[in-house]
């Protein structure tokens, strides 16, 4: 399969766009999913699909897509965002929201969609595809997660604390001594409890945590959004609740163990090379257990979307889905 090479200047962003229909869709219990879609009506489909789990989707989200060849589905996951209620954790999985992306396709009438993911978007895309490879026409991925105990380790418990040390004295500081033998399990506590102060305490330094660390920048180019409460409580809170269930996942590594079951779908990663976030190794494991899928390392990127070679990437990946 032939995947285009980079260019210069670097690909940029597609210009603004609006949504042309938006609305809550309601799942099988409490949640109502909010979409969104953009572009042009009889376009080809794409699915995106937010990070976190507990982000949200956002204007700039849109833009990755050319709108004249692209209908664009969004929508916010459940707990998340513009979805109802705010920071839910009933019934909420990795399989309850396969669910509900099974249940947006069929409301908005796709057979098969090329689905876009970045980070533990990637790891969902992944799972989708997977499980339902039937309706997934291509993948685009960026910051590869494959949700092991490894990376967890890695990320919140000893690794990439020592390449920002500074933003680790921050975010451990909510946790007494005696308990940051087990990160994760402590933030669960105070994430999940009842004390409302300390929830938000405790959310925004989880997500400032991750915000200060997905640039090459470093802490300096944290976006705002990671210190507002109201985005981190739900971001912490089921990012949180995902990765001390181990991604719901029936074992340890079970994308990699589950690798063949999507090996026929075309596939374009887009992974920053300084990625501290989702290190490179998963990227490539996955690349080495899946030699057909492109592997587009960004030499001077980190783990943001926003950064100038993972958006030059990402734009020649959708334009390239385009003309599958």
Same mark, same amino acid.
């Given at each position: 399969?032939?995947?285009?090479?980079?260019?210069?200047?670097? $690909?940029?962003?597609?210009? =603004?766009?609006?949504?042309?229909?938006?609305?809550?869709?309601?799942?099988?219990?409490?949640?109502?999913?909010?979409? =969104?879609?953009?572009?042009?009506?009889?376009?080809?489909?794409?699915?995106?699909?937010?990070? #976190?789990?507990?982000?949200?989707?956002?204007? #700039?989200?849109?833009?990755?897509?050319?709108? !004249? +060849?692209?209908?664009?589905?969004?929508?916010?996951?459940?707990?998340?965002?513009?979805?109802?209620?705010?920071?839910?954790?009933?019934?909420?999985?990795?399989?309850?929201?396969?669910?509900?992306? =099974?249940?947006?396709?069929?409301?908005?009438?796709?057979?098969?969609?090329?689905?876009?993911? #970045?980070?533990?978007?990637?790891?969902?895309?992944?799972?989708?595809?997977?499980?339902?490879?039937?309706?997934?026409?291509?993948?685009?991925? +960026?910051?590869?997660?494959?949700?092991?105990?490894?990376?967890?380790?890695?990320?919140?418990?000893?690794?990439?604390?020592?390449?920002?040390?500074?933003?680790?004295?921050?975010?451990?500081e909510p946790i007494p001594v005696a308990e940051r033998d087990d990160l994760m399990g402590a933030y669960h506590k105070r994430l999940i409890g009842e004390d409302q102060v300390e929830r938000a305490r405790c959310a925004v330094a989880w997500s400032c945590w991750e915000g200060e660390t997905v640039s090459v920048e470093g802490p300096s180019?944290?976006?705002?959004?990671?210190?507002?409460?109201?985005?981190?409580? !739900?971001?912490?809170?089921?990012?949180?609740?995902?990765?001390?269930? !181990?991604?719901?996942?029936?074992?340890?590594?079970?994308?990699?163990?589950?690798?063949?079951?999507?090996?026929?779908?075309?596939?374009?990663?887009?992974? #920053?090379?300084?990625?501290?976030?989702?290190?490179?190794?998963?990227?490539?494991?996955?690349? $080495?257990?899946?030699? &057909?899928?492109?592997?587009?390392?960004?030499?001077?990127?980190?783990?943001?979307?926003? &950064?100038?070679?993972?958006?030059?990437?990402?734009?020649? !990946?959708?334009?390239?889905?385009?003309?599958?």
């Amino acid at each position: 399969m032939a995947f285009p090479a980079p260019s210069e200047p670097r $690909r940029d962003l597609y210009p =603004e766009i609006e949504p042309f229909a938006s609305g809550w869709m309601q799942t099988d219990g409490v949640h109502e999913i909010y979409y =969104e879609e953009c572009g042009n009506p009889q376009g080809r489909p794409v699915l995106v699909l937010h990070g #976190g789990p507990g982000g949200a989707v956002n204007p #700039g989200m849109r833009r990755y897509f050319d709108p !004249a +060849r692209y209908r664009i589905i969004l929508f916010d996951q459940r707990g998340c965002g513009q979805s109802r209620p705010h920071a839910s954790l009933e019934n909420n999985t990795t399989w309850t929201l396969i669910e509900d992306i =099974e249940r947006l396709r069929e409301r908005c009438g796709v057979d098969k969609w090329v689905v876009f993911g #970045g980070s533990w978007g990637s790891t969902l895309s992944m799972a989708y595809a997977i499980t339902h490879p039937e309706r997934v026409m291509a993948l685009v991925l +960026r910051g590869i997660f494959l949700l092991t105990k490894k990376e967890l380790h890695w990320f919140y418990q000893d690794g990439a604390s020592m390449i920002f040390p500074d933003a680790w004295e921050r975010f451990v500081e909510p946790i007494p001594v005696a308990e940051r033998d087990d990160l994760m399990g402590a933030y669960h506590k105070r994430l999940i409890g009842e004390d409302q102060v300390e929830r938000a305490r405790c959310a925004v330094a989880w997500s400032c945590w991750e915000g200060e660390t997905v640039s090459v920048e470093g802490p300096s180019a944290k976006p705002d959004k990671f210190a507002d409460p109201t985005f981190a409580v !739900a971001f912490a809170r089921i990012e949180n609740w995902f990765f001390t269930n !181990a991604g719901f996942f029936p074992e340890d590594g079970w994308i990699l163990k589950n690798v063949d079951r999507m090996r026929h779908i075309p596939c374009w990663i887009a992974q #920053g090379r300084f990625d501290v976030v989702t290190p490179i190794a998963g990227a490539w494991a996955l690349h $080495r257990a899946w030699p &057909e899928a492109k592997l587009d390392i960004v030499p001077d990127a980190g783990h943001a979307s926003s &950064e100038p070679g993972v958006i030059d990437s990402l734009i020649r !990946a959708t334009d390239w889905a385009a003309n599958l």
